[in-house]
């Protein structure tokens, strides 16, 4: 990528500096919108904030053996329960729209009205839409309950399926 050399009258101009303040704006509106999102990601500073650790309090993480010891679960004792969630979108604030799960030959499906928008990825991608109360599955009416609903239907699933502890 060629670089642009500038010149001085170019650099020391009013529309260049104001141009140089709105990118500046711009770039930490979309930090802050970002972090407001998935949370802060980096954080410079951060032991000017707390002071200096003293070298006592910190520990050394040590290095993993060099091979792992695995103990093999009992076969006729235990079963892998799958599952699968939904949801509104991929920021903090997404909520469940529908909640799988499957153990053996037992299943569990549930689709959950959220209270927030789903966004229009997510809905691309599960086939997933709301308009008001009623919730749709690739333009299909579902019912859908409450997360609350859904959640205690789940423990009772996971309590009444065999092999799952």
């Not at 053996?65 to 679960?73: C, F, T, Y």
């Not at 729209?97 to 153990?103: F, G, I, S």
């Not at 205690?152 to 092999?163: D, R």
Request: proline share 6%; hydrophobic share 30%; net charge neutral.
């Amino acid at each position: 990528m060629k670089k642009r050399k500038m010149n001085l009258d170019q650099i020391s101009s009013k529309e260049f500096k104001k141009r140089r303040v709105e990118l500046k704006k711009k770039s930490s509106s979309a930090t802050t919108s970002s972090e407001i999102r998935e949370g802060v990601t980096y954080e410079s500073a951060v032991l000017s904030q707390t002071g200096s650790i003293p070298n006592d309090k910190l520990e050394t993480i040590p290095f993993p053996p060099e091979q792992l010891h695995q103990v093999p679960l009992p076969p006729d004792e235990y079963s892998r329960a799958y599952f699968d969630l939904e949801t509104t979108g991929l920021d903090a604030s997404c909520e469940i729209t529908k909640m799988a799960a499957r153990c053996g030959n037992s299943s569990f499906c549930q689709y959950v009205l959220p209270s927030v928008v789903i966004q229009e990825t997510a809905s691309r991608i599960t086939g997933l839409t709301r308009d008001g109360s009623t919730f749709y599955k690739n333009g299909v009416p579902v019912q859908a309950v409450s997360i609350q609903e859904c959640l205690t239907s789940f423990h009772e699933w996971l309590n009444n399926t065999p092999g799952i502890h």
